[in-house]
């Protein structure tokens, strides 16, 4: 009955989107110094914030929407590859690497930062380690939820996409650890959740991207969707559709896609650069993208019928 009730509100859900569609109402270029070149931006929680990175991924800046400030608040190998926020934003989680990041003989740490008072708490080292996650301002790491599945601390009822392992979509549920594995044989990427939790986007590598529930079942195929952000509606999956030649990219486009894969549109038409890695804000109907050129760029859009 419970898995009856799950495809029935994928159905709602997907009949509803397929009436409107998203229009760009403005695109505006962040004014960022041309020292770096930017990439891996994401709004803080609350959308007054952008966080983001350069090429080399080797530190984490912060830049405020309102007062036009920009600040490093980390910097070392690697750090701003894939890090994450708290919920109420006073902490920031992140993995470094210590020593040739090429070399058996590195050293990873998941690193917990206070972004007031700058001070910091390695949660977990070693020769490799996982980014860390947040859950109720809670840190953790694939390693510090026990292997045999549970972690070391009560979690309340829900889910938290931990990463990805061996090819396959590591979450916590109620505290419990899962493999997700929804063709049965598939190597994922770029896992995300629903605002509401109930509904997971993920790229699999020869399949593209798909929308399925936290079981892994009801699964809907979406088409080439790359880097996929939810809107903060949940109504509608933001991605890019990049193209390259094995070696370089060599063109790419913010694209967004109904839940139901009928419908697709391009939403960097006009724009002269290389549009790519878009993340949608959660309290706002803002995307922030970067190019190959390195720069940032915020989009706003409404739904129209």
Known sequence: MLKYLRAVLLLVCFSFVTLAQLKVTSVEKINLPTTEHWTNAIFSHSGKEIYLSNESYNG?????????????????????????????GSKIA??????????????????????????????????SVASPVFINNMPLTMGTVKKSGQTTTPIQQQTIVLGIEDTKILLLQNGDRVTLDPFGNGQYIWPVLSPDKSLLVAVEMERGAFICDVTGKNIQRLGKCNGPSWTRDGK?????????????????????VSVDGKQKFTLTENLDAMAMFPHCSSVENKIIFTTDKGEVYMMTYEEVQ
């Open 94 to 127: 992140y993995r470094r690497t210590i020593g040739d990041v090429s070399q058996l003989s590195r050293r990873q740490e998941s690193v917990i930062q206070n972004l007031s008072t700058q001070t910091e708490e390695v949660i977990e080292s070693g020769s």
């Open 60 to 88: 984490i800046w912060q830049f405020s929407l309102e007062t036009k400030v920009l600040k490093e608040v980390a910097r070392g190998a690697q750090t701003g590859y894939n890090f994450s926020l708290s919920e109420d």
């Open 236 to 256: 509608w999956i933001v991605g890019m559709d990049d193209r390259d030649d094995g070696h370089r990219i060599l063109s790419s486009d913010i694209i967004v």
